[in-house]
Nanobody
Framework: QVQLVESGGGLVQAGGSLKLSCAAS????????MGWFRQAPGKERDFVAA????????YYADSVKGRFTISRDNAKNTVYLQMNSLKPEDTAVYYC?????????????????WGQGTQVTVSS
């Protein structure tokens, strides 16, 4: 079992930045591929970004490419999502997820463990 706890969400004006953190506990963090997803009100949960076990490979949704950066610190059992140039359409609950895998994972159903989510609201 892996427990995931997100933090760092909040209210920010358009053009601003936020950094989300996801702290993992329970198993060897470096055994897990990690990802970030988001769900806006009334919409399905969408993929945002993924990172492999070492942090050497990353992948982004087109909607956030160039604005968001996913990273991880295996010594701290934490994955991050740096979000810059935020837009109102980025408003959503952001979830981190973990999968027992070394490579990248892009799809929601590939992930075995999920955090409770953190709200990000971008005002115009």
């Amino acid at each position: 079992q892996v427990q995931l706890v997100e933090s760092g969400g909040g209210l920010v004006q358009a053009g601003g930045s936020l950094k989300l953190s996801c702290a993992a506990s329970g198993r060897t963090f470096s055994n897990y591929a990690m990802g970030w997803f988001r769900q806006a009100p009334g919409k399905e949960r969408d993929f945002v970004a993924a990172i492999n076990w070492s942090g050497g490979s990353t992948y982004y949704a087109d909607s956030v490419k160039g604005r968001f950066t996913i990273s991880r610190d295996n010594a701290k059992n934490t994955v991050y999502l740096q979000m810059n140039s935020l837009k109102p359409e980025d408003t959503a609950v952001y979830y981190c997820a973990a999968d027992v895998a070394l490579g990248l994972r892009y799809h929601e159903d590939e992930y075995d463990y999920w955090g409770q989510g953190t709200q990000v609201t971008v005002s115009s």
